[in-house]
């Protein structure tokens, strides 16, 4: 298995303007997405990102497909915290941390535990569910 796999950062722009708000339309109710609601730490304008996330004991692991340098992260994080909505369920999370994946997957509930051990990218957030 490839370790340090990121993806570039020109699919993350591309998919910031083209694909992610084709993607906000369904994230909320696919298995591994969902979308999170988190307000810009400059801007203070809110956004909703669709991002892949799976179920934890106490809330949630979304991988770092492309790298912890994400602006969703900071401003979750300056925020204390945001909204995921999964299944169409939204939930308020908060204490987002950076965690290698070994870490988050030992965290894992339900039947897509699998699937994030298989994923080749090495770190997590973790986010705890206030509801």
């Known amino acids: 298995m490839m370790s340090g796999m990121q993806l570039p950062q ?8 083209v694909t992610n708000p084709i993607q906000r339309m369904w994230a909320g109710w696919a298995p591994t997405m969902g979308v999170l609601e ?4 400059r801007s203070g304008r809110r956004y909703r990102t669709p991002l892949t996330v799976f179920p934890t004991r106490d809330g949630f692991a979304v991988l770092l497909t492309y790298g912890p340098d994400r602006d969703w992260l900071k401003n979750i994080s300056a925020d204390g915290g945001g909204r995921i909505t999964r ?5 308020s999370v908060r204490d987002p941390r950076v965690v290698p994946k070994a870490q988050a997957a030992s ?25």
């Open 107 to 131: 965290l894992l509930t339900g039947w897509m535990r699998p699937l994030f051990a298989l994923l080749p990218f090495d770190q997590a957030v973790l986010l705890t569910r206030m509801d």
């Open 87 to 91: 299944y169409g369920r939204t939930f």
């Open 38 to 41: 988190h307000t810009g730490r």
């Open 10 to 17: 020109w699919l993350a722009r591309f998919n910031r303007h």
